[in-house]
């Protein structure tokens, strides 16, 4: 089923109609705001999933894949704003309104790829403003639209502190010692877009910037520092095979023998006796 866009102003703001339940496999190029006029809408994410009702929004991370279901509620079909919240305009806010000692410190960016929002009065204000726009059928005109934008970006930022280094993650000052953060995280049980996000980047910033400490990729260094850390604990002879799994950031025991034996051609158990003498 096709997502009907109702209203386009200057590529920042859509409105679209949903005639009837649409599913789609969405990846977020930016960071964006959904506003459910009507109907509601399902999104999931790493099997979490949360309705959003008509009068409810939602921001979404950039560099995200989510399941959407927009659908009928309460016999209206669905009806949303979309706010986008591009690069080249955050970068252009920082610039003009953010000062260095204006940034929060020791703070991390939001980890989860969509976050229901509060209603605050500014940002119902800045809502009906656009919607007079939508049912009037008239373009506000790219200077407003990015203005609206910009009150969007205010609103976020004094709503949740998260959100600074969330919506700056190109700002460097944000972005830990890639290489301190993975040594300290390493052995941690985390998706590549969670150590992305943990180090104040997004997955591509994170990926790009790995490779300028090391010719291989987060996957596969990964992978090495624990299987690197495993073989010395194996020779310690201390933890079982099971604990020094889970202590070395594998998912299962079973992960980590398949990844250990197909590094060394033999399991961890041949690998200890092989090591320590011990059967």
Not at 92 to 108: C, G, I, V
Not at 117 to 124: D, F, G, H, P, Y
Request: a neutral charge; proline letters at 4%.
């Amino acid at each position: 089923m096709s997502n009907y866009i109702t209203s386009n102003f200057s590529n920042l703001i859509f409105s679209c109609s949903v005639p009837s339940q649409w599913h789609m496999e969405h990846r977020v190029p930016d960071h964006c705001v959904v506003f459910v006029r009507q109907g509601k809408l399902l999104i999931s994410d790493k099997g979490r999933t949360e309705e959003i009702p008509a009068g409810s929004c939602v921001f979404l991370k950039k560099d995200c894949s989510v399941r959407l279901v927009k659908a009928s509620f309460a016999g209206k079909n669905y009806e949303g704003l979309n706010i986008r919240l591009p690069q080249n305009i955050l970068e252009d806010y920082l610039q003009r309104h953010l000062k260095n000692n204006e940034f929060p410190q020791d703070f991390t960016g939001l980890s989860n790829c969509f976050m229901r929002l509060n209603r605050t009065l500014c940002l119902q204000g800045l809502l009906s403003s656009i919607i007079l726009f939508v049912e009037e059928g008239q373009d506000p005109g790219q200077e407003m639209t990015e203005l609206k934008v910009e009150e969007l970006i205010l609103d976020l930022l004094q709503t949740n502190i998260r959100f600074f280094p969330t919506l700056f993650d190109f700002y460097r000052d944000w972005n830990v010692d890639l290489k301190e953060f993975m040594e300290d995280h390493f052995t941690e049980n985390l998706s590549l877009s969670e150590f992305a996000s943990y180090s104040g980047r997004s997955l591509a910033t994170f990926k790009r910037d790995f490779l300028k400490i090391t010719e291989l990729s987060p996957a596969k260094w990964l992978m090495t520092r624990r299987l690197g850390l495993a073989e010395n604990l194996l020779k310690e002879n201390k933890l079982s095979i099971k604990q020094i799994s889970y202590s070395v950031g594998f998912k299962t025991p079973a992960h980590f023998s398949t990844a250990f034996k197909k590094r060394h051609e033999m399991t961890p158990s041949e690998y200890r006796a092989s090591n320590t003498g011990c059967n």
